[in-house]
């Protein structure tokens, strides 16, 4: 079965992170990745789960796709190098990755947006730009292996789209 992988980190939107959860799980193996492994990690809401894997542990050849939900929790995972340094890696494998609402800052920190357009959540899009992204006020945004939404009601859009390129 094909592995998905998803990053987590506190302050996750549940709704960002749960439905593509699910959602994934009916086709492939979800795999949550967080900074640490076996770490409990809290929603905006506290709704909480653990990670599967930590980020410095996972060989992104073994994996399909990456997602990267919104919330606040971008911002906590662009803290860990090691994070990072796997959706650099990852995204160098020209496999699908999705972001939506806040979650493209960690394509942004993964210097991954240049010329590329994307989209996300408003108050993001100066960021998008300054990482030289082109910000574009749509459903969903794909740009090569990128595929980028701005907020929870593009997520069924979103999910059939990252789904097809799977």
């Known amino acids: 079965m094909k592995k998905v992988m998803i990053l987590i980190e506190n302050l996750f939107d ?3 992170l749960i439905y593509p959860y699910h ?14 492994k076996g770490e409990a990690y809290k929603s905006k809401a506290g709704f909480s789960l653990k990670s599967d894997l930590g980020s410095e542990e996972v060989n992104p050849e073994e994996y399909e796709a990456l997602f990267i939900p919104g919330g ?6 662009r803290r860990t190098e090691a994070t990072v340094n796997l959706v650099k890696m990852f995204i160098k494998t020209g496999k699908p990755v999705a972001a939506i609402c806040h ?7 993964a210097d991954a947006i240049k ?8 108050s993001i899009k100066d ?3 300054h990482a030289g992204g082109i910000w574009v006020d749509k459903e969903v945004v794909v740009s090569d292996n ?3 939404s701005r907020n929870p009601g593009d997520l069924p859009a979103l999910m059939k789209k990252f789904v097809e390129m799977i």
Do not use: H
């Open 103 to 109: 979650g493209p800052w960690m394509l942004a920190s």
């Open 72 to 77: 606040f929790s971008p911002d906590y995972m």
């Open 146 to 148: 990128i595929l980028t």
């Open 127 to 129: 960021d998008m730009i």
């Open 115 to 122: 010329d590329k357009e994307v989209t996300s959540f408003f």
């Open 14 to 16: 549940e709704q960002e």
């Open 23 to 36: 959602r994934l799980r009916e086709d492939f193996e979800v795999v949550l990745i967080g900074s640490k």
